[in-house]
């Protein structure tokens, strides 16, 4: 009898652990298996039907969650996927190019964190939400490197002197990382009219690890002004520099950055001039590589060198963002209206990178979504 009783047990455990393997190789949850199975006798009822955890807008059930309500940018990227990371946006208001076009954006393909195909494109928009490669254009503007693992990334826009220049960073990864750092470039792409484009030059080389993450750009009238984010005493701190002409920069100065939670740096960051402040889109992180990026308004009153973060921007509302929100882009709308645009890239727990759309408007010193 006992004999009996552990085959019987043993024939459940193997049946159990077959029926397991079996849902996780299909990728289904129990409820989604029983859902087929009785879908092909009947009709099974809809309490049944299984919830699909990868929709964009699915909401995450956080129960003191502050909802903002985004519009995910269709974009046509060279790679195919749609899937795209670090916007950075401008908008010229008697437009620009042979289309007259008032919004341009840089970004990079990111799908699914693959970083062969993150190589600067550029698309245009009448309103900052419809937006298409401009006709006569082939992205990217920079073909892939040869080398897996090497890549450029991190572009950020800049109209000048009636002149798109468009700054982006080339990571060419170390064969021997324990004894040579990676190589961080940041290199300069000009055009008249957005489509033809002059090759690539280096305008800044980071010393041993320092990273050169996203260059933001601006100029004040007098100077370009250049902020990234670097390690510095094996710290990630925000770098500033400034040049006469953009292609020769000083040596940095480390800005002091308060207000992060503690156990957060720096990770990127987006920088536009307003009459009386510098405004910054921050975003923090937990550690290199970005992980739990998360977005913040930081401010400055002493051209950069000084910034104040607020606390997290936007909650993590949907799936599309659930894992983190990225490298973000602000415009500020009129010269005095206390609204702003703002797109930011994030990337769903499937690893699904999206540029998402959201207006902001400025209430009691904070930048608060609207409706």
């Given at each position: 009898m006992l004999l009996f009783l552990v085959i019987g047990l043993s024939s459940i455990a193997?049946?159990?652990?077959?029926?397991?393997?079996?849902?996780?190789?299909?990728?289904?949850?129990?409820?989604?298996?029983?859902?087929?199975?009785?879908?092909r006798i009947g009709n099974p009822p809809e309490r049944f039907r299984p919830l699909r955890t990868d929709a964009s807008y699915r909401r995450l059930l956080h129960s003191n969650q502050s909802l903002h309500r985004p519009v995910l940018l269709n974009l046509e990227t060279s790679d195919g996927s749609g899937q795209a990371s670090h916007p950075d946006v401008l908008r010229i208001p008697e437009g620009f190019g042979a289309g007259r076009w008032p919004y341009w954006m840089a970004c990079t393909p990111y799908p699914y964190w693959d970083s062969f195909f993150e190589n600067p494109e550029i698309f245009v928009s009448?309103?900052?939400?419809?937006?298409?490669?401009?006709?006569?254009?082939?992205?990217?503007?920079?073909?892939?490197p040869e080398t897996r693992g090497d890549h450029h990334s991190d572009p950020d826009l800049l109209f000048y002197d009636r002149q798109l220049w468009l700054f982006y960073r080339s990571t060419f990864r170390s064969k021997r990382p324990a004894h040579i750092p990676d190589q961080n470039t940041l290199y300069l792409l000009r055009s008249t009219d957005g489509i033809h484009w002059s090759a690539p030059h280096e305008i800044l080389q980071g010393s041993a690890g320092a990273q050169l993450l996203s260059p933001a750009v601006l100029?004040?009238?007098?100077?370009?002004?250049?902020?990234?984010?670097?390690?510095?005493?094996?710290q990630l701190t925000i770098a500033r520099r400034t040049s006469p002409d953009g292609f020769?920069?000083?040596?940095?100065?480390?800005?002091?950055?308060?207000?992060?939670?503690p156990g957060r740096s720096p990770w990127h960051i987006d920088v536009i001039q307003e009459?009386?402040?510098?405004?910054?889109?921050?975003?923090?992180?937990?550690g290199l590589g970005g992980a739990g990026a998360r977005i913040?308004?930081?401010?400055?009153?002493?051209?950069?060198?000084?910034?104040l973060a607020a606390g997290f921007l936007l909650d993590l509302v949907y799936e599309?963002?659930?894992?983190?929100?990225?490298?973000?882009?602000?415009?500020k709308v009129g010269s005095n209206a206390d609204e702003y645009q703002l797109w930011y890239s994030a990337s769903s727990r499937t690893n699904m990178f999206s540029i998402a759309y959201l207006p902001l408007a400025r209430a009691q010193g904070r930048l608060v979504p609207i409706d």
């Open positions: 193997a049946a159990t652990i077959s029926f397991l393997a079996l849902l996780l190789l299909l990728d289904l949850t129990p409820k989604a298996a029983a859902y087929k199975l009785l879908s009448r309103d900052g939400i419809c937006w298409l490669i401009p006709p006569g254009l082939r992205n990217p503007l920079v073909p892939s100029h004040d009238g007098r100077q370009f002004l250049m902020w990234t984010v670097e390690l510095a005493d094996n020769a920069w000083s040596l940095p100065v480390f800005a002091i950055v308060a207000g992060l939670p009459e009386d402040k510098l405004s910054a889109i921050l975003v923090s992180c937990t913040h308004y930081a401010s400055s009153h002493d051209h950069g060198v000084t910034w599309f963002e659930a894992k983190l929100q990225y490298r973000a882009s602000l415009l």
